[in-house]
Structure formats: C-alpha cells, structure tokens
C-alpha cells in the first residue's frame, strides 16, 4: 500500500499481546491521520442542496481518507 500500512512491524495479535498491540495500534493510526474514523470523530457529513466548492473538497477529502483506511 501507498500509506505504509504494508511496512508496519507489529507483532500479530494475539491472547497474550493485546495491550501492547492496541497501543501501536493506535499511535500508528493516529500517525497517519485514521484514528478519528475509529472514534467516529470525523464523519461524513451529506452535501446540502446548495453546496459550496469548499463542502465539496471536504467530503472528497473524507472520502480519500476513508478509502486509504478501509481498503
């Protein structure tokens, strides 16, 4: 992937990791600008009828992120 997520080095996760996999988790995601769509902090907001360029760039913004995240 473009992002890096392909070159990350965390252990997987296991039954005995998960605190330490949570953590790097979790700063890798903040480090790259996702962790608001994991707390639901940066939603989609829809397009109003009569939008400007500015709402227009914000919600292609949003989508290339959450696309970057998801897939």
């Known amino acids: 992937m473009a992002d890096g997520l392909s070159l990350i080095a965390i ?36 397009l109003p009828e009569n939008h400007t360029q500015q709402q227009i760039q914000a919600n292609k913004t949003w989508h290339e992120k959450a696309r970057k995240f998801l897939y």
């Not at 252990?11 to 998960?18: H, R, S, T, V």
């Not at 330490?20 to 903040?30: A, E, G, P, Q």
Request: charge should be positive.
């Open 11 to 46: 252990e997987k996760l296991d039954k005995n990791n998960f605190q330490v996999w949570k953590f790097r988790i979790m700063n890798f995601l903040m480090g790259k600008g996702y962790w608001e769509f994991i707390t639901g902090d940066k939603t989609k907001l829809p």
